[in-house]
């Protein structure tokens, strides 16, 4: 009698009923009609929860008359640099961290205490050092995202199937070639979380360096909101950041579950 094949085991989350996106959207309803409830019993005050038909009235008066999503390019912008910037300092940290035992334990411990440092207390110094504009943002953004990014590539590389990796040595494979025929595709996975987490959080650093160091992007808009008690638009704005964030997660989801590599590689797991 044959054995079945384990291939055919692929775990659930690879099957297509689990990409439909109705139980987000059965949420979302749920959230939306619980809001409209408390919205229009009158228990909770506008001025401090508008209702959902009025931030999407006053998002669509946004986009299309005052120049919200020239603020949204902006911080767009300055996200995706940011994150790029800690993509290229994250990844050959990670690499390092894991192939030097001495190199780890000696930055590892400061890498970790990077994250106690507040944004809003580095936002002053980046100012200082660099001064206003796009770039000191930018760095805001990368020094928030490295770290997520680190981590995940880190925990990636120490999970890499070290039966794989000793036959590539013994075929000599070794340095570069162990880099990029091996570890860079094998991680790839790692690296896709990492830029799915560090793209969302860098738009967060961007709206918080926009509100502390100035800018002409959504921070500066959520800013002049809050001054002028603008709970509608501090809403609408809100619920802009995270339409972006939310379309940037399943664009680079989605770039993960359709690659070869990545593919591939569940499905050596799986086997």
Known sequence: ????????????????????????????????????????SGAIPAVFLPGPAAVAGRLWLSLTQARLLDYAWVTLQEAILGCL???????????????????????????AASQAVPAIAVAPLLVLWVGYGTWPVVILCAFMVFFPITVTVLLGLRGLDTDIVDAARLDGAHGWSMLVHMELPMVLPAILAGLRTGFTLSITGAVVG?????????????ASQRDA???????????????????????????????????????????
């Open 1 to 40: 009698m044959s054995r079945p094949r384990r291939g055919g085991l692929r775990p659930s989350r690879d099957a297509p009923q689990s990409r439909r996106p109705w139980p987000a959207l059965a949420l979302g309803a749920l959230i939306l009609a619980a809001w409209h409830a408390a919205s229009a």
């Open 229 to 271: 008690v603008d709970t509608t638009g501090l809403f609408a704005t809100i619920a802009l950041l995270c339409a972006m964030a939310t379309t940037i997660h399943w664009g680079l989801h989605t770039l993960e579950r359709r690659s070869r590599t990545v593919e591939a590689m569940r499905g050596r797991r799986a086997t």
């Open 85 to 111: 910037l800690a993509a290229a300092i994250a990844l050959p940290l990670a690499w390092g961290l894991h192939h030097w035992g001495l190199f780890s334990r000696a930055v590892l411990p400061y890498v």
């Open 210 to 222: 926009e509100m502390t160091m100035g800018g002409t992007g959504l921070g500066m808009a959520l």
